[in-house]
């Protein structure tokens, strides 16, 4: 019988493993993998160009989520919902909070509405070939995401800056990027750096660079409760990190 036992407990440490070994918060390994910090691919030494270029062009499929996903799970959601308000000691029949269940579970569904968006979708008709070879910066885009640990708000604004190489994408896109990276449960240095890797991928610039200030309500409602506390994290890539003379140039116009 104790034989037994130990031998379906190692099955299921052994299945646990090789689950977490795929992915990171639903999303393949390769996806997190993509980029070091000096903006060169990270990789075993002697990866073939195949495997290198498989990794690099995962993005292009990331969709975990459909519309016809979220019909389908809209009340198991609101299920779920009704079952924590029971939990907190409240009666989900009083009037007030008879259609909380739905409104919370579609809310939610809509916070993390980047799970649906695919970065290929966004910018299929908005690469455009121009000979420019100056800073191109995007200042002060609103970003609202989910903590990831706790499931409350963070908000901030994203600047972004990039040096063209012949290439250079619509305006809008890049806080179409921050829209669909920053609408999913996050931690703000990997939606950092999801939206420089994008960008990079996408145009093949010179170099990207990503700022992010936030304010994270986990700090602010609950723990130690810092009400001016901000978080900035930033992703240098290419000859913004190699050359301090461009850095120092995107962070100065940020400022302005």
């Not at 063209?164 to 240095?189: D, T």
């Amino acid at each position: 019988m104790e034989r037994s036992k130990q031998k379906q407990l190692n099955q299921s440490e052994m299945q646990a493993a090789n689950t977490n070994d795929g992915s990171v918060n639903g999303h393949f390994e390769g996806m997190v993998k993509m980029t070091n910090r000096t903006g060169g691919p990270q990789g075993v030494p002697g990866e073939t160009n195949s495997q290198s270029s498989s990794v690099m062009e995962s993005w292009r499929e990331e969709r975990t989520r459909s519309v016809e996903d979220n019909e389908m799970s809209l009340p198991s959601l609101a299920a779920a919902y009704t079952t924590i308000l029971r939990g907190l000691g409240e009666d989900p029949q009083r009037q007030g909070l008879l259609k909380t269940p739905w409104r919370a579970a579609t809310a939610m569904q809509f916070f993390t509405k980047g799970y649906q968006e695919k970065i290929i979708d966004v910018l299929n008709d908005a690469i455009f070939d121009e000979d420019h070879d100056e800073m191109v910066i995007v200042k002060d885009i609103d970003m609202f995401s989910m903590c990831e640990h706790h499931l409350v708000p963070i908000f901030g604004r994203v600047h972004i800056g990039y040096l063209p190489n012949k290439r250079v994408l619509g305006l809008s896109k890049l806080a179409r990027i921050v829209e669909i990276y920053s609408r999913r449960l996050q931690v703000q240095e990997r939606l950092t750096k999801q939206i420089a890797v994008a960008i990079t991928e996408a145009l093949q610039p010179a170099g990207v660079g990503v700022v992010v200030e936030a304010t994270h309500m986990c700090m602010v409602m609950r723990g130690v409760q810092k009400m001016n506390s901000k978080t900035v994290t930033s992703t240098m890539l290419g000859v913004f990190r190699e050359d301090p003379k461009t850095r120092d140039e995107f962070l100065t116009l940020i400022r302005s």
